[in-house]
């Protein structure tokens, strides 16, 4: 199976905000592609592109090399790949299923098993550089699972993907989602509450961005998710739903392993607040006005 690219088929299951860009990169690399999604115009849209239409997640493994998955959830991921017709109801032996989705490392592991014993290989292999990155084919690939396994895939990856580390066995891909995305939403608490620090003392937030994006203080999160704000432009390149049920993922993974995160919890707090205020559809750079409110609430605080 690790022959040309070109000689691979591909089967790929979820076509939403990720899915869908990443399947059409797949798609024009060549590569025989079988398509699969609870909504049918993406699916439309790729067969129209060229791709192959599968009528079930089981149609979509059952002649393929490599399968993938880009899915909201945990629950998701376990109807499609262990569902009646799911992935492991037809996959062929030595296939290797790919899931990008973003679950807890655990889950991942159960999933792994699963398809191991229907005669697959399974690799966890989440995703960073949200739907920009899906557009424009660069996004960073932590894959989890047997390296022979990823040498199959790792055509199909490229595809899509810039950077593509093999972090280790099965669960490590969700290890580093988890630890990226304690970063990232860290960072965008932390820049938040810098911006409006900097309002607060009528000093220019933008120039403060600017002179911060010189030194150390200079991050993607500083650069772009601050000029979002200072834009108040939240929308939504990674919802702030998804990144509330990624803080689930990275409390709950830390929690496992005695481990604390006292300066995340910030950040789960923010997204939560948005929420509860039904603005689970903005961007998760709208944590900045969950600290604009407070600050806000503060000032009028009688002293």
Avoid: W
């Amino acid at each position: 199976m690790e022959g040309e690219a070109s000689d691979l088929r591909v089967g790929f299951v979820g076509l939403g905000a990720m899915g869908k860009p990443i399947a059409g990169h797949i798609l024009s690399h060549g590569l025989t592609l079988a398509v699969h999604s609870r909504s049918p115009g993406p699916v439309d849209e790729l067969v129209a592109a060229g791709a192959l239409r599968a009528a079930s997640p089981a149609e979509a493994a059952s002649d393929a090399d490599v399968i993938l998955t880009s899915l909201p959830g945990a629950q998701e991921v376990m109807d499609v790949v262990l569902g009646g017709s799911g992935i492991t109801s037809a996959i062929r032996p030595g296939a290797v299923v790919v899931d990008l989705s973003t679950i807890a490392p655990q889950t991942a592991r159960e999933v792994a098993r699963a398809v191991e014993s229907a005669g697959g290989s399974f690799l966890d292999a989440p995703v960073s550089g949200g739907t920009r990155g899906a557009m424009e084919g660069t996004l960073s690939i932590m894959v989890g699972g047997r390296a022979d396994a990823l040498a199959v895939a790792i055509p199909v990856l490229t595809a899509f993907g810039r950077t593509i580390v093999h972090v280790g066995a099965s669960g490590a891909g969700q290890i580093a989602k988890a630890c990226n995305q304690l970063v990232v939403l860290s960072a965008i608490q932390a820049v938040s509450e810098a911006l409006v620090l900097a309002r607060a003392a009528d000093v220019d937030p933008g120039r403060v961005r600017e002179a911060l994006l010189g030194g150390f203080a200079g991050s993607r999160v500083l650069d772009a998710h601050g000029l979002r704000m200072l834009a108040r432009n939240f929308q939504a390149g990674g919802t702030v739903k998804q990144n509330r049920r990624d803080a689930d993922i990275v409390i709950e993974t830390a929690s496992l392993l005695g481990v604390p995160l006292d300066g995340f919890r910030a950040a789960a707090n923010s997204l939560q607040a948005l929420v509860d205020q039904g603005r689970e559809g903005l961007d998760h750079s709208a944590i900045y006005l969950v600290v604009e409110e407070a600050a806000a609430a503060q000032h009028t605080k009688p002293r």
